[in-house]
């Protein structure tokens, strides 16, 4: 029987696990290389777009998204009075095929993890394993890694492929683009947290108010317990010219900071300050990416995720577009075995995808309606038609839908392409 080719995937977050799930089903042998000693299930909330939705339930993950998730069923901006901007529905509500699911990022990194240790077997995962570098030669790969509990000790890993699924300081990019490659400050900072709280709107909104220089957004990840009470993840975000420390990106943060820029945001639905209060911890982080890359493949090595993209935390898209990298991954190794014109091919069609996805954000996305909104109008309207037509409104909504790849009539008429 001839030996199965041997994948090294570094990084053991969404995107990576993804990846592996997806080049075990293409046939190959894969071990995943994680630098922390214990894989916990951190973070806060994200939301899972239609389009990568599509991909889990394709991998079998339904059952176990539904468990622990919400189907969101609208999305809704407001300015910073309560006063209605734009509704619009979400996921099988808004006739997509696939759910808009809400759920916290370590249950999401939970399920995926779950499902490799069963589907590819436990010792699948080396943990405490941080990339030293990597080198080609004699079409293979050594991957070099130092033990994060003895760093005198180096291990060498040999394979046919590796893909960099390591984050947004990603190892494999830095070796790749040693220089001019910075993180970009955006000028504002993020502060999130979850608390227990009643349901808000329809149960499953997720909400955003303000504008560009004063934002919060809120929205449920459980259902609601035994008391009626439901997790519901929160953000707030205010323009800040310098963050308190660039190399800090994830930090417990001092709720003075920010709170008080709050305060008066009394919406009779939800309770703005007392989420904010009510939080057991609040985190700090900068809003920051990285300009688009010039390529990601060299060889038989490529990016993927945060490591080949990473982009700020608007329309809902981090962790979507790391899991359409990997179908996409998927998709080439199936059409094409020699590694290298696969790697060429997916990074072909994801790499300006990204990029305009990148660029998109950093001028804010869908959510620039409430900033025209608040620039025709700060201090409230009495009708909305009389500041922003709908029709605007539509086109932006749209236009994000396009380049973000969650278009629902492309979206629902797309062949499913996967070879099971």
């Keep these: 029987m001839m030996n199965k080719k041997k994948a090294i995937v570094v990084g053991a977050g969404i995107g990576g696990l993804t990846t592996a799930l997806y080049l075990h089903r293409a046939?190959?042998?894969?071990?995943?290389?994680?630098?922390?000693?214990?894989?916990?299930?951190?973070?806060?909330?994200?939301?899972?777009?239609?389009?990568?939705?599509?991909?889990?339930?394709?991998?079998?993950?339904?059952?176990?998204?539904?468990?622990?998730?919400?189907?969101?069923?609208?999305?809704?901006?407001?300015?910073?009075?309560?006063?209605?901007?734009?509704?619009?529905?979400?996921?099988?509500?808004?006739?997509?095929?696939?759910?808009?699911?809400?759920?916290?990022?370590?249950?999401?990194?939970?399920?995926?993890?779950?499902?490799?240790?069963?589907?590819?077997?436990?010792?699948?995962?080396?943990?405490?394993?941080?990339?030293?570098?990597?080198?080609?030669?004699?079409?293979?790969?050594?991957?070099?890694?130092?033990?994060?509990?003895?760093?005198?000790?180096?291990?060498?890993?040999?394979?046919?492929?590796?893909?960099?699924a390591d984050g947004i300081h990603s190892a494999m990019r830095k070796q790749l683009y040693p220089y001019d490659d910075k993180l970009k400050y955006g000028g504002r900072i993020l502060w999130r947290g979850m608390t227990k709280a009643q349901p808000f709107l329809s149960g499953r909104t997720m909400i955003m108010a303000g504008n560009i220089d004063e934002k919060f957004v809120a929205y449920p990840i459980t259902e609601p317990d035994d008391m009626g009470l439901c997790d519901i993840n929160w953000i707030a975000?205010?323009?800040?010219?310098?963050?308190?420390?660039?190399?800090?990106?994830?930090?417990?943060?001092?709720?003075?900071?920010?709170?008080?820029?709050?305060?008066?945001?009394?919406?009779?639905?939800?309770?703005?300050?007392?989420l904010i209060a009510g939080a057991e911890s609040v985190y700090e982080f900068p809003l920051v990416d990285r300009d688009p890359l010039p390529q990601w493949s060299f060889g038989r090595v490529t990016l993927l995720g945060d490591a080949a993209h990473p982009m700020y935390p608007i329309g809902s898209n981090g962790a979507s577009q790391a899991i359409l990298d990997a179908e996409a991954l998927y998709l080439a190794l199936k059409e094409n075995q020699d590694f290298e014109h696969a790697l060429l091919m997916y990074e072909q069609q994801r790499l300006e995808k990204t990029a305009s996805i990148v660029h998109s954000n950093r001028q804010y996305g869908p959510e620039i309606v409430m900033q025209m909104v608040h620039e025709r109008a700060p201090d409230g309207f009495t009708r909305l038609d009389d500041v922003i037509s709908q029709a605007e409104l539509e086109e932006v909504a749209n236009r994000y839908k396009q380049i973000a790849g969650f278009d629902k009539q492309q979206l629902n008429h797309l062949e499913m392409k996967v070879i099971k």
């Design 237 to 274: 975000e205010l323009v800040v010219k310098e963050p308190p420390d660039r190399n800090d990106w994830n930090r417990v943060a001092n709720r003075e900071d920010f709170s008080g820029k709050f305060q008066a945001w009394t919406f009779d639905w939800l309770d703005i300050s007392s």
């Design 27 to 164: 046939g190959l042998d894969v071990r995943i290389y994680e630098s922390v000693t214990t894989i916990k299930e951190l973070g806060v909330g994200i939301n899972l777009l239609p389009h990568s939705v599509r991909i889990l339930w394709d991998l079998g993950l339904q059952k176990a998204l539904d468990e622990v998730a919400i189907r969101t069923k609208q999305l809704v901006y407001y300015n910073k009075f309560g006063q209605l901007i734009w509704q619009e529905a979400r996921g099988i509500d808004a006739g997509y095929s696939w759910p808009q699911y809400s759920i916290h990022r370590g249950r999401l990194q939970g399920i995926l993890l779950n499902e490799v240790q069963r589907v590819l077997g436990e010792d699948c995962i080396n943990t405490g394993k941080y990339l030293s570098h990597v080198e080609q030669q004699n079409n293979q790969v050594q991957a070099y890694f130092v033990d994060r509990n003895n760093e005198q000790q180096h291990h060498v890993v040999e394979a046919d492929v590796l893909i960099g």
